[in-house]
């Protein structure tokens, strides 16, 4: 188990994948490759919230969330960077990440959809 690094914490990640390969994406081909899906779970209060997303495969497993931390300012519109900060106040207590499910992965793809036209294969091993 190797650990990634989100915000100012070290966190252990689970053994596995959730791998996707899309033949683009809503910003054109430029998007297009194999991407691995990730579930941060969270406490936070007497919570226990999880996080998920997409990463390319050849990025760790903390790349999307620590993403996150700056798309909370720098999203396009108020309504984006609100939501990522949501996110981001969430993984402010992170505990651990693992491969995202099938139950994660469909939620992401049904709020994606610009997205999501474009999978062309999902694996999780």
């Known amino acids: 188990m190797k650990n990634v690094r989100i915000g100012k914490k070290s966190v252990p990640v689970i053994d596995g ?4 390969k899309f033949s683009a994406g809503r910003e054109g081909k430029k998007e297009a490759g194999i991407y691995h899906f990730w579930t941060a779970h969270c406490i936070k209060k007497r919570l226990t919230p999880v ?5 390319l495969s050849k990025l760790d497993a903390g790349e999307r969330f620590r993403r996150i931390g700056l798309e909370r300012k ?3 519109t108020a309504a984006d960077r609100k939501a990522y900060a949501k996110h981001w106040n969430m993984l402010e207590g992170v505990v651990y990440v693992r491969p995202a499910t099938v139950m994660e992965v469909t939620r992401w793809l049904i709020t994606h959809e610009e997205d999501a036209i474009y999978l062309k294969s999902l694996r999780i091993v």
């Open 51 to 55: 996080v998920f997303g997409r990463a």
């Open 17 to 20: 994948k959730t791998i996707a």
């Open 74 to 76: 720098s999203a396009k």
